[in-house]
């Protein structure tokens, strides 16, 4: 026998295979962006930064479904949005189609008090995950605290959970439920903090890929039969 023999696997295994594979490694994202009024200077930024940081993430072997949750002021009845994609599906493969969701956003309202409906904005984009587990993520980019509507999103776990905002908001307490690579629980993680003005600034390409590397463990942890 030659020792260069390669067998050609029939085309509905090698389909299959494909796509347990795509199953396996997928990473559901979703971008939880404040829509109230007081964004309209930082949201040039926030699209630049959602736009890069999905740029990173192609370098590596795991596909991105990404969804849109839009912070609105619920007090001020501006009801929080789930942005749907094709077949009305709250997330999607199609990175151009989310950028283009993301730009359209618009902006308006917001509270009086500078506080917004943060948690629970937090806690529809939780539910509205197809699955449970560790390839869960979330991104939170917003310049208001939260208005003390505090959800118990605790029973959907998150591998990462990544804030753009202010320092008033990273003092509030988030109950994230965090998963391992391996499956095992997290009790010694926390949410990962970043400055939302460091988006104004002129940004180093290091600085946004560093944003990736919380997820880094999360993907290597995503294999076929996990």
């Known amino acids: 026998m030659s020792e260069n023999w390669n067998p050609v696997i029939p085309s509905d ?41 999905l740029e990173c993430l192609s370098r590596y072997e795991v596909y991105p479904k990404v969804g849109l949750t839009i912070i609105r002021n619920e007090k001020m009845g501006e009801e929080t949005e789930l942005t749907e994609f094709e077949d009305r599906s709250y997330f999607t493969s199609e990175i151009p189609l989310f950028l283009k969701k993301l730009k359209a956003v618009s902006l308006y309202g917001g509270g009086l008090d500078g506080k917004e409906s943060v948690h629970t904005a937090i806690g529809k984009s939780l539910k509205k995950f197809p699955v449970a587990g560790r390839n869960r993520a979330v991104f939170v980019f917003s310049d208001a605290y939260g208005s003390n509507d505090y959800e118990s999103y605790i029973q959907y776990p998150v591998g990462q959970a990544v804030f753009f905002t202010t320092e008033e908001l990273s003092e509030e307490d988030f109950p994230f439920c965090f998963i391992r690579a391996d499956g095992e629980m997290d009790e010694e993680a926390s949410p990962m903090f970043l400055s939302i003005e460091k988006l104004l600034k002129p940004m180093s390409t290091e600085f946004l890929d560093n944003i990736v590397k919380p997820l880094k463990d999360l993907m290597k942890g995503v294999s076929i039969g996990a």
Request: aromatic letters at 20%; zero cysteines; charged letters at 15%.
């Open 13 to 53: 295994l090698r389909r299959n295979l494909e796509q347990q594979k795509e199953q396996a490694f997928t990473l559901y994202l979703d971008f939880i962006v404040d829509g109230t009024a007081s964004m309209y200077t930082i949201f040039p930024a926030v699209y630049y930064a959602a736009s890069h940081f």
